[in-house]
């Protein structure tokens, strides 16, 4: 199986271009400062920050090979539609369905996630949140043909955000982050392993595909937005209390 087959963007064209323009969009806030508590609460700098960022969308193109599982009749290469974003089909030049691992969906993700638990000693609260995100990423994912599992977009930021608030607001970032992209990565695709086959899928991507948007929009918004919450009950808890 050659290499170069199994590069591919995991979305439609214009969506990832809709990606890296909010990827520009907040990059430019980062750098103004506009961010600084979502960032600061997630330990890394603004550099850090934007280049996570980029590394993430650009490395969606990359899927690491690393099990064929035999022959199957492919859907044809083009695109198809689920909750209305539009997913990739590859074409292959062998017949053999390719099990890869996607470096801006699965790698990036999971290497930040731990070193996100490992900073802030959040081993058991990650845990719990990624079995709560991962719950509902399995009940609402679906095999779709031609691409594999797929998720509805909003539904990991959402659920990732409220299970990190819920568990500890004081790390809402880091939780929500963690808990969001591991919960996806074991909940949509490694729990729906057994789902795979017979989908018509030339390349099964963990982490890429139809659960590497809900992935990068999870690590973003779920941040977003449970930093905000973060802030302002920190906010609320030092304000002054009337008696």
């Known amino acids: 199986m050659p290499f170069g087959d199994t590069q591919y963007l995991p979305v439609a064209p214009p969506f990832f271009f809709l990606l890296a323009g909010v990827v520009a969009v907040l990059a430019l806030l980062i750098q103004l400062r506009v961010l600084q508590y979502v960032y600061m609460q997630l330990g890394v700098s603004s550099g850090a920050a934007v280049l996570l960022l980029i590394a993430s969308l650009l490395g969606s193109y990359i899927n690491i090979p690393i099990a064929t599982l035999g022959n199957e009749a492919f859907v044809e290469p083009g695109e198809v539609y689920f909750f209305g974003v539009p997913y990739m089909v590859p074409r292959l030049s062998a017949p053999e369905v390719v099990l ?3 470096v801006g969906g699965a790698v990036i993700p999971s290497v930040l996630s731990f070193y996100l638990l490992s900073r802030n ?18 009940a609402s994912a679906q095999p779709v043909r031609g691409v594999g599992i797929a998720l509805p977009i909003f539904v990991a930021p959402i659920a990732a ?3 990190a608030v819920l568990i500890s607001w004081r790390h809402a970032a880091p939780l929500a982050y963690a808990g969001g992209s591991l919960g996806v990565l074991v909940g949509a695709d490694l729990m729906n392993f057994d789902k795979l086959r017979g989908l018509g899928t030339p390349v099964l991507s963990i982490g890429g595909a139809g659960t590497f948007d809900g992935i ?4 973003v918004f779920s941040v977003l937005l449970a930093s905000l919450i973060g802030m302002v009950m920190q906010r609320f808890e030092h304000s002054p209390r009337l008696l």
């Open 216 to 219: 990068f929009l999870t690590g």
């Open 121 to 138: 000693a959040l081993w058991i609260r990650g845990l719990i949140a990624t079995a709560c995100v991962a719950a509902v990423c399995y």
């Open 161 to 163: 955000t409220l299970v």
């Open 100 to 102: 890869a691992v996607n």
